[in-house]
């Protein structure tokens, strides 16, 4: 089974901090993502990658960044955590192709104080 | 963009009912999906549809591809108190570079 693993399930953050939340699969996946979800809004796409090296903006980029080294890898960054930013964080990977379906970690609370 | 909207926002039922609810698109996809999320944890893959007309069964789960491409359904029967969780319906398009759109959610509550 394709393993998705969020390195926090809960962090708590100052106002103006940098932060890193990371994402590894472990299936050799070309497609990864970064969504936030809020209570009444679902879920909404910040960012995502198709390669390495590669990124695009989703519906929702603005105070964030990402970056993809490796495979395997894709990290968001807050440069600049702000309180409006608290939000549960989802990452997912597919391994491409039509109708395959998003593998989901199991999420990083973000508390922004 | 395209958006999915799903109803009921959210329900209140007692655990041996059965349970549906709704996803409807203004676009068409060649795909749909229901995900389940539990309280804390990240979504699930419950069913994938990829064929208009398809009926597809997992378990106590039965999910619809509706015949216009615009929409999708999703049965629970006898729910049961682990049922409780968001249930999030998505499309996807096979030129989108598996770009996934999601709806708003369903959230179920079951009493016991």
């Known amino acids: 089974d394709v393993k998705v693993t969020q390195s926090s399930r809960y962090l708590v953050k100052r106002t103006g901090e940098k932060v890193f939340l990371e994402c590894v699969q472990d299936?050799?996946?070309?497609?990864m993502f970064w969504y936030r979800q809020d209570p009444g809004l679902g879920l909404r796409l910040i960012y995502f990658?198709?390669?390495?090296?590669?990124?695009e903006k989703g519906d929702i980029p603005e105070g964030y960044s990402v970056s993809r080294e490796k495979k395997e890898r894709f990290s968001l960054i807050l440069e600049s955590a702000s309180t409006n930013q608290t939000s549960m964080y989802l990452c997912?990977?597919?391994?491409?192709?039509?109708?395959?379906?998003?593998?989901f970690g199991s999420g990083t609370r973000l508390t922004v104080v | 963009g395209q958006q999915l909207n799903q109803s009921p926002q959210s329900m209140f039922i007692q655990e041996g009912e059965d349970v549906s609810m709704n996803c409807t698109s203004s676009s068409i996809f060649n795909t749909w999906l229901w995900y389940k999320q539990d309280p804390g944890e990240g979504p699930v893959l419950l069913i994938a549809l990829y064929k208009a007309g398809e009926l597809t069964s997992n378990g106590r789960l039965t999910a619809q591809f509706g015949i216009t491409r615009k929409d999708s359904f999703l049965n629970i029967s006898a729910s049961i108190p682990s049922d409780v969780g968001i249930y999030f319906c998505?499309?996807?398009?096979?030129?989108?570079?598996?770009?996934?759109?999601f709806g708003p959610g369903t959230s179920l509550s079951v009493i016991p």
């Open positions: 998505a499309g996807q398009l096979r030129t989108s570079y598996d770009k996934v759109i």
């Open positions: 997912a990977s597919t391994s491409g192709g039509p109708g395959g379906g998003y593998t």
């Open positions: 299936m050799d996946h070309e497609n």
């Open positions: 990658s198709y390669d390495v090296k590669m990124k």
